[in-house]
């Protein structure tokens, strides 16, 4: 089993930057695949970033790339989501996952476990 409890969200303006945290316990963290997403209001849950086992690989989806970064704390048992230049179609509930493959998956049946997500909300 493994708890996944995020955290940083908050309300900020358009072009701010905001730091996502997920903290992650109950299996070897280090073999797993993790993933942000993210569910704005009556939208389906969309893929963000991912991080491979190994940290080696990254994805990102189109709408953030150039502006997010995800990064994992083996030793802290952390996956992050920086996100800079925020604009107001980023607003939703941002969910991280973990994936007992340990690869970096863009797609949600990919993923094992689900945190209870963080709202994010950017006024413009």
């Known amino acids: 089993q493994v708890q996944l409890v995020e955290s940083g969200g908050g309300l900020v303006q358009a072009g701010d930057s905001l730091r996502l945290s997920c903290a992650v316990s109950?299996?070897?963290?280090?073999?797993?695949?993790l993933g942000w997403f993210r569910q704005a209001p009556g939208k389906e849950r969309e893929f963000v970033a991912t991080?491979?086992?190994?940290?080696?690989?990254?994805y990102y989806a189109d709408s953030v790339k150039g502006r997010a970064t995800i990064s994992r704390d083996n030793a802290k048992k952390s996956v992050y989501l920086q996100m800079n230049s925020l604009k107001p179609e980023d607003t939703a509930v941002y969910y991280c996952?973990?994936?007992?493959?340990?690869?970096?998956?863009?797609?949600?049946?990919?993923?094992?476990?689900w945190g209870q997500g963080t709202q994010v909300t950017v006024s413009s």
């Open positions: 996952a973990a994936s007992l493959t340990g690869r970096a998956l863009t797609y949600r049946n990919a993923y094992d476990y």
């Open positions: 109950g299996r070897t963290f280090s073999t797993l695949g």
């Open positions: 991080i491979s086992w190994t940290e080696i690989t990254t």
